[in-house]
């Protein structure tokens, strides 16, 4: 199949050709004695077929064909220019449409997918997360430098409010698995989130909240999980201030990141939480903890307060307050690690 030249650059092409013929006619003119300024007035007026008057008699043979020459090829160019520039807008915005035709097809064929609300810094991390995980994701944005980003780097891409429940609509959310409300708007994270809700009741939606009170908000309007980024943050810097041993246990290499990942592909996580000091599990032994926990989680390890850790401890082990434990549970962040008074980082 042969490819034919691009819209630009028959555009680049034709005006150079004009200009080309316009040097050469002024030029001409010149040798006949013009000077420069009358003899680019005359271009002009001949390439754009305008024609007020000669300048200056065209009363000899030279005068004559070059006259002739200019009307013909500069008459003709300016044609190609005029076509190629119509071409040039018209197959951009015919590309626009066939994209965006072709997306909403793509989006139309999507079941068990995920949606993301919102391009922002959270957003778009997710967004790269789901995409090494070859996950079918929507992302739903506003801001027009946002999408034009999402769309570069080939995500399906929905521009709107995603407040919108037709938006919500148009991006699948009646057949999608998982909505992540990630906005930096807990009002607007709600309403998503209300309205998800109401159009799939099977729906798993987690919820971005900023302020540590809009989590009870998320949860009554339908949210199954609330994330708050800045709560979590202090969190992982507490236990890097806390349980530096426990933390390096865990993240510190590339083969702890990579062990990490691949109990994230079999649906566990690898979580360090420091007991509370009035924790329901604080001062049982490690059998009693996991028989309560039911299965949910396994402790691998304990960091003391005084600095010790305690690798693959005993069942008859028990957890004292302040301990970082370490534990290995499924995946979803489970409740019963809430047990221990700490939420996992």
């Known amino acids: 199949m042969t490819v034919g030249p691009s819209p630009a650059r028959n555009l680049i092409g034709g005006v150079a050709f004009i200009l080309l013929v316009t040097v050469l006619g002024v030029a001409g003119y010149m040798l006949a004695g013009w000077t420069a300024g009358d003899a680019l007035y005359m271009v002009i007026l001949t390439i754009?077929?305008?024609?007020?008057?000669?300048?200056?008699?065209?009363?000899?043979?030279?005068?004559?064909?070059?006259?002739?020459?200019?009307?013909?090829?500069?008459?003709t160019g300016m044609i190609f220019v005029t076509g190629a520039l119509v071409q040039f807008f018209t197959a951009s915005q015919l590309a626009q449409l066939l994209g965006l035709k072709r997306m909403k097809t793509e989006i139309d064929r999507l079941s068990d997918h995920v949606i993301v609300c919102g391009f922002g810094r959270i957003g778009n991390m997710l967004a790269r997360e789901l995409h090494s995980s070859g996950t079918t994701f929507v992302v739903l944005e506003r801001a027009d430098k946002r999408v034009a980003e999402a769309r570069a780097l080939n995500y399906l891409c929905v521009q709107g409010e995603a407040t919108d429940e037709e938006l919500l609509i148009t991006a699948g959310v009646k057949r999608a698995r998982i909505l992540a409300s990630v906005l930096p708007d807990d009002a607007a994270n709600v309403f998503i989130t209300l309205s998800a809700r109401s159009l799939n009741l099977g729906l798993q939606i987690i919820a971005r909240g900023e302020m540590p009170a809009t989590e009870s908000k998320l949860l009554n309007a339908g949210a199954n999980q609330v994330v708050l980024p800045a709560h979590i943050g202090a969190e992982r810097i507490a236990e890097i201030i806390l349980h530096p041993e426990a933390t390096r246990l865990i993240r510190s290499s590339p083969q702890n990141r990579g062990f990490e990942?691949?109990?994230?592909?079999?649906?566990?996580?690898?979580e360090v939480v420091t007991a509370a000091a009035r924790g329901p599990f604080t001062g049982l032994t490690i059998e009693e903890i996991e028989s309560r926990a039911k299965g949910a989680f396994l402790i691998i390890a304990l960091n003391r307060q005084d600095g010790s850790t305690v690798n693959r401890p005993a069942s008859s082990t028990r957890v004292r307050a302040g301990d970082g434990v370490v534990v290995i549970g499924r995946a979803g962040r489970t409740g019963a690690l809430y047990a221990f008074g700490s939420k996992p980082v």
């Open 261 to 270: 990942t691949e109990l994230h592909g079999l649906g566990l996580e690898l």
């Open 48 to 75: 754009f077929s305008v024609g007020y008057q000669e300048v200056h008699p065209i009363n000899t043979p030279l005068l004559h064909c070059l006259t002739i020459l200019l009307i013909v090829l500069g008459c």
